[in-house]
């Protein structure tokens, strides 16, 4: 995974045109996701794992926790995945564990981004001293290793409960949506709808709020469901490592029980793969809606098609008008 | 050179970030967590580890906050870490050498490996773009870097390490039968465990490369020298490597550059399911065992690798791309 450890990502560059008001750009995207096939696959496998993490009972109908059932029993139809070493039900876990994994996602990725859209076109729209010193501070945290810095504040705090992590992970990843949202902004501020606002003598937060951020919406959507994936891969291994609180129900929990009692090892790999697996899929899912995102915000970007069928237009393209 | 000089002071004020997090860190957490620390290991110190320690984590002392973060920054910048706890009394900065080379080795090669061959097949993919290499690579190596690396590490174990025994799947070399040192069946050994690990490596990382340099490249194959070329009637290969790849090699260089400082830290996890004797597992192994002055050595070891190997990538950019000078 390009994943977290790894931080700094390059800069890409993001060509988007304004657009009128955030209604119309989610629609846009709502159309979007339609048309790409991998964003309507990363959308559908989404979906499931919301509708799991809403009503786990439906589909699990053993206790996540309780030590109720033979240890090490194998797969049977009572037992989708079967049972470890304590004698839990896997599926059970696993089923249960989606809340917490996707809790994490959506607090993270919805609070980075927010932070991000704040000091990012904040900043940008400002200038001088402010925009100075929140790139300073932008600066710094992208540079900064994350993983390295998490496992640090994971090992001072004793291991982190759900919030701890939420708020660990928040606080230290939001530099780099803040730094894609500034070059954005930076391209806007001249632009004259902005200056016909500021002529009509409309307050900076209302510029800001109402002129300038809808017309970043799909690049805000894209950073959110990165920040969504790394939240994800960030929570889950530092919970791998045991750096979690081992209580939880959550799919990184789990590994880390495995691990600990040597699953793989032990003839009991499903214990250990299963949950991997799960963070995989929903990675993925997270994975293919960007990848979809990159390519309507850049069509070069797109496959290339040799008939184009009628109403199978790639989006974006005459609906400005 | 005023820009060279320029990045060189950001990163000296990051790198004086981080040594202030290392410091106010476990001071802020509540109940000074190197206290129960000290505790742990009382009467096992020397009194002169118990004095470096209680600088480095301010326990036992009346001084005041400030004079307590110059007595750190003093002590940090004269090299002396501290004596790790863990591993007493052996140095943090003896403990650390000891590991870094297991480390360089795995993560560094298996870095150069997946830079050369992910930028050799974002470059085929580019130049036959809609074949079915590039209808099928892009797509997979995209679902891939979402997979989280220790993932890959286990399903690796599973099936080469533990069901066909072709590799070992633990540790870096045989503990019990090899004799470290410079003869051949150790040697044997070191590359026969690095194998699984390397490979969970390049196969995680390499889809960034490949999808980099493909998308760039797709940029400049519609550039007009590309054009101009082909109507010269150029060989495609030439076209493709001379032309189109020069020009399009320049984000993946920088980033290459800049993955080299990851080489420390970028395998904690891999390091971690492998039982590999590096930083990245020694650091876990620090965290579990309450290793703090460890611990803050090998983030700030590992926080230094990466603003160098940026910095190196930021002057790699202005020398080899002249439009970056003055656009800044």
Do not use: C
């Not at chain 1, 053993?62 to 109720?68: F, G, M, N, V």
């Not at chain 2, 036959?128 to 892009?138: A, F, N």
């Not at chain 2, 099936?159 to 003869?183: A, C, E, K, M, R």
């Amino acid at each position: 995974m390009a994943m977290p450890v790894s931080g700094v990502p390059t800069e890409t560059p993001v060509s988007q045109a304004p657009e009128l008001g955030s209604a119309r750009a989610f629609g846009r995207i709502g159309r979007a996701v339609r048309l790409n096939r991998k964003a309507t696959i990363g959308a559908v496998i989404l979906g499931i794992f919301i509708l799991i993490a809403l009503f786990p009972f439906v589909i699990a109908h053993d206790s996540p926790t309780q030590d109720a059932y033979p240890a090490q029993l194998g797969i049977s139809t009572a037992h989708l995945l079967g049972t470890n070493h304590y004698g839990q039900d896997l599926f059970a876990q696993l089923v249960y564990g989606t809340r917490n994994v996707l809790i994490i996602a959506f607090t993270v990725g919805l609070a980075t981004t927010g932070i991000a859209v704040l000091i990012g076109v904040a900043g940008a729209y400002l200038g001088g001293t402010w925009d100075n010193s929140l790139n300073v501070v932008t600066d710094v945290l992208l540079v900064i290793p994350l993983f390295p810095l998490l496992i640090v504040i994971a090992a001072y705090a004793h291991g982190g409960t759900t919030p701890v992590l939420i708020l660990a992970i928040t606080l230290t990843s939001w530099s780099y949506t803040a730094r894609q949202l500034r070059s954005q902004a930076l391209t806007l501020r001249n632009r004259d709808f902005l200056e016909a606002a500021r002529v009509r003598g409309e307050r900076r937060l209302y510029i800001i709020v109402v002129e300038v951020i809808p017309t970043m919406t799909s690049l805000i959507v894209a950073s959110f469901l990165t920040n969504a994936l790394y939240a994800v891969l960030f929570a889950s291994s530092l919970q791998f490592i045991g750096l979690g609180d081992p209580n939880t129900v959550s799919w990184g929990t789990t590994l880390y029980w495995a691990q600990n009692n040597a699953a793989l090892q032990t003839g009991e790999p499903l214990w250990a793969i299963a949950p991997g697996a799960l963070i995989a899929i929903l990675g993925a899912a997270f994975a293919l809606l960007n990848y979809a995102f990159d390519e309507i915000g850049n069509p070069a970007l797109r496959p290339v098609r040799k008939t184009r069928k009628k109403g199978a237009q790639p989006v974006g393209r005459g609906q400005r008008g | 050179m005023i820009y060279a000089l320029r990045r060189l002071g950001f990163f000296l004020f990051t790198l004086w970030i981080a040594l202030t997090l290392n410091f106010f860190l476990p001071r802020l957490m509540p109940g000074n967590p190197a206290l129960a620390m000290m505790s742990k290991f009382h009467g096992e110190l020397s009194p002169k580890a118990v004095n470096a320690l209680e600088i480095l984590f301010g326990v036992n002392t009346k001084e005041s906050l400030l004079s307590q973060y110059f007595g750190y920054l003093h002590q940090i910048l004269t090299g002396n870490f501290g004596t790790s706890l863990s591993q007493y009394p052996a140095s943090v900065s003896s403990v650390i050498g000891s590991a870094i080379w297991w480390t360089f080795g795995l993560v560094g090669i298996a870095t150069i490996l997946a830079f050369a061959l992910g930028t050799f097949l974002g470059i085929v993919s580019a130049w036959r773009r809609g074949s079915k290499l590039d209808s099928v690579v892009p797509p997979t190596f995209v679902i891939v870097s979402a997979v989280p690396y220790f993932w890959v590490a286990m399903v690796l174990v599973l099936i080469f390490g533990l069901t066909l025994h072709w590799f070992p799947s633990q540790g870096g070399y045989y503990v019990t039968t090899d004799s470290p040192g410079l003869n051949f069946i150790f040697f044997q050994d070191v590359i026969n465990h690095a194998f699984l690990p390397a490979a969970a490596l390049l196969i995680t990382t390499i889809g960034t490369w490949i999808l980099t340099m493909r998308n760039t490249m797709i940029t400049t194959l519609a550039e007009d020298y590309v054009r101009m070329a082909r109507a010269k009637g150029l060989p495609s290969r030439r076209i493709m490597f001379d032309y189109a790849a020069r020009n399009a090699i320049l984000p993946n260089l920088t980033g290459f550059a800049m993955s080299l400082g990851f080489v420390v830290s970028g395998a904690i996890l891999i390091e971690y399911v492998f039982n590999y004797p590096g930083v990245g597992f020694m650091l876990l192994q620090a965290v579990s065992s309450e290793d703090y002055p460890l611990m803050q050595g090998l983030f700030l070891l590992i926080t230094v690798a990466v603003l160098f190997a940026i910095l190196v990538a930021d002057v790699l950019t202005a020398l080899l791309d002249p439009r970056t000078r003055t656009a800044r």
